[in-house]
């Protein structure tokens, strides 16, 4: 069975300082990953998703991840971080009818 | 486009009493529909999925069940609540396969008293 592991709970960064949230997923073949963000009370929104293809993928809000299949990983990547980032983010991995989310990672954003 | 029903809001129940939230789905047929449940601090678990009318997946032993009534219906149910089923219930569909992205709902919080 699948798994996603995020390792970060709970993440700080400044106002336009750069950003990196982890993600490594078990997977037996190729995976379809995907990265979501949660607002407080909210609904998750789709940031991005790999399929297949270049490695490197945008999404939106200036997002991108890029896929490393040797160390199992999609790293989320954001070069400068506004203070509305701050939510909780989740990392999920897709195979068949299935999707297994991370434990998410909540990011906040100092002024 | 495709849109995601989902009610109600907020509730607050007894212990003991039924529970039934409704999650509709509008512009696309024969979606594969979702039930997560996010407890305070945690992640998402999945509790139901199905990929059919009456076809109904669990993942996880409960007290809670699912059912499809109509293609594009799925309802989240209880018979008696405990206060464990506090936190905040998201509906989601995606299409056929599985390499599709999930889309999901505002999501219910339900607080059990």
């Known amino acids: 069975a699948q798994s996603v592991t995020q390792p970060d709970i709970h993440i700080t960064v400044s106002e336009g300082a750069s950003l990196e949230l982890r993600c490594n997923y078990s997977?037996?073949?190729?995976?379809?990953l995907f990265w979501y963000v949660q607002s407080p009370g909210q609904g998750l929104q789709l940031l991005l998703k790999?399929?297949?293809?270049?490695?490197l993928v945008q999404g939106i809000k200036g997002f991108e991840a890029e896929f490393k299949r040797s160390q199992s990983s999609f790293n989320l990547r954001k070069p400068s971080v506004h203070w509305s980032d701050a939510a909780e983010y989740f990392c999920?991995?897709?195979?068949?009818?299935?999707?297994?989310f991370g434990g998410g990672t909540r990011l906040m954003v100092k002024p | 486009s495709q849109t995601i029903h989902q009610w109600p809001a907020t509730l607050v129940q007894p212990v003991g009493s039924p529970l039934s939230l409704e999650c509709t789905v509008e512009?696309?047929?024969?979606?594969?529909l979702y039930w997560y449940r996010q407890a305070a601090g945690r992640g998402l678990q999945l509790l139901f999925y199905?990929?059919?009318?009456?076809?109904i997946s669990s993942e996880v032993p409960q007290n809670l069940s699912a059912s499809r009534p109509q293609d594009r219906q799925f309802i989240l149910s209880s018979k008696k609540l405990l206060l464990s089923d506090s936190g905040f219930y998201l509906c989601?569909?995606?299409?056929?396969?599985?390499?599709?992205?999930?889309?999901f709902g505002q999501g219910t919080r339900l607080t059990v008293v």
């Open positions: 989601a569909w995606s299409g056929q396969g599985g390499h599709t992205e999930a889309f």
């Open positions: 997977y037996g073949a190729t995976p379809y």
């Open positions: 790999y399929f297949s293809g270049d490695t």
């Open positions: 999920a991995v897709g195979a068949g009818n299935m999707l297994t």
């Open positions: 512009g696309t047929s024969n979606p594969n």
């Open positions: 199905s990929v059919g009318i009456g076809q």
